[in-house]
C-alpha cells in the first residue's frame, strides 16, 4: 500500500534562505508520481511541482526542485530564495500507476513560516 | 480559464442530517475526485467520478456517495451526518489519461454540530 510520511510537522527559515522540506514514500509499483502541493489558509491546494518514477533528472519548476532520491524512497522539496509569501501548509503526495488506481495519497504535511 | 469551482465555501449541519456539496471541474477536465480533510491531517481520498461512474473508492463508509453530470461537474453526498464528518472537503479534476494535472478548488468546509 501507498504511504507518504512527512517528519516535520513545521519549519522556520528566513526570508531569502533555502528550506528543503522532507519527504519519504513507501510503495511496491515500479510506476509512481510524486507531488509536492502548497496550502494557504484559504484552503486550495495548489500544485507545485512533480517527479515521475523513471524521469532522470530532478524536476524543477522556478525556485522549487525536488531532490528524488530513488533507492532511498525520498522526494524532498528545495524552496530556494523564500519569501514572506511561501508560508503555508506543504503536502508530498504520490500516485501509483498499475492497476486501476487513481487516487492521490497524502503525508500529513509541513508548516512553513517565512520569518522576515 | 476558471479554476474548480465549488460551493458552498461553508456549511454548518446538525448531527444526522444530510449535505450535498458541489463542484464544476476546470474547463477541459472530465474526471473529478473528492477528498476529506480533517484539521491538522492530509487530504484523504473519497472517490473518483469519470463518465458518470464512480471509478475507484476510498476506505468511506456508504453514508459517503457522489454523482456526475454529463457536464462533468459532481456533487459529494453525505447523509446521516456526525461529528466526525467536520472537515474542509476538496474536489480536484483532471483529464483522463493524463498522468498528472489535478487542479484542487479552494474547498468546502463543513462543520457539524
Known amino acids: 500500500a501507498q504511504k507518504i510520511t512527512q517528519t516535520q510537522p513545521g519549519m522556520f527559515v528566513q526570508e531569502k534562505e533555502a528550506v528543503t522540506l522532507d519527504c519519504t514514500y513507501d510503495t511496491s509499483d515500479q510506476s509512481y508520481g510524486l507531488f509536492w502541493y502548497k496550502q494557504p489558509s484559504s484552503g486550495e491546494m495548489i500544485f507545485l511541482i512533480y517527479q515521475g518514477s523513471y524521469d532522470e533528472q530532478n524536476a524543477t519548476e522556478g525556485r522549487y526542485s525536488l531532490n528524488f532520491q530513488k533507492a532511498r524512497k525520498s522526494a524532498n522539496l528545495v524552496i530556494s530564495a523564500s519569501q514572506l509569501g511561501d508560508s503555508a501548509m506543504y503536502f508530498c503526495a504520490m500516485r501509483e500507476y498499475g492497476g486501476s488506481n487513481y487516487k492521490l495519497t497524502f503525508g500529513k504535511g509541513t508548516l512553513l513560516t517565512v520569518n522576515p | 480559464d476558471a479554476g474548480v469551482t465549488q460551493s458552498p465555501t461553508h456549511l454548518i449541519k446538525t448531527r444526522g442530517q444530510q449535505v450535498t456539496l458541489r463542484c464544476s471541474p476546470k474547463?477541459?477536465?472530465?474526471?473529478v475526485s473528492w477528498y476529506q480533510q480533517a484539521l491538522g491531517q492530509g487530504p484523504q481520498f473519497i472517490f473518483q467520478?469519470?463518465?458518470?461512474?464512480?471509478?475507484q473508492r476510498g476506505n468511506f463508509p456508504d453514508r459517503f456517495s457522489g454523482h456526475q453530470f454529463p457536464n462533468y461537474s459532481s456533487e459529494l453526498n453525505v447523509n446521516a451526518l456526525l461529528l466526525g464528518d467536520s472537515a474542509l472537503y476538496l474536489c480536484?479534476?483532471?483529464?483522463?489519461?493524463?498522468?498528472?494535472?489535478?487542479?484542487f478548488g479552494s474547498g468546502t468546509r463543513l462543520t457539524v454540530v
Open positions: 480536484a479534476s483532471s483529464l483522463v489519461g493524463a498522468p498528472y494535472g489535478y487542479t
Open positions: 467520478y469519470y463518465e458518470e461512474e464512480e471509478r
Open positions: 474547463s477541459g477536465h472530465d474526471t
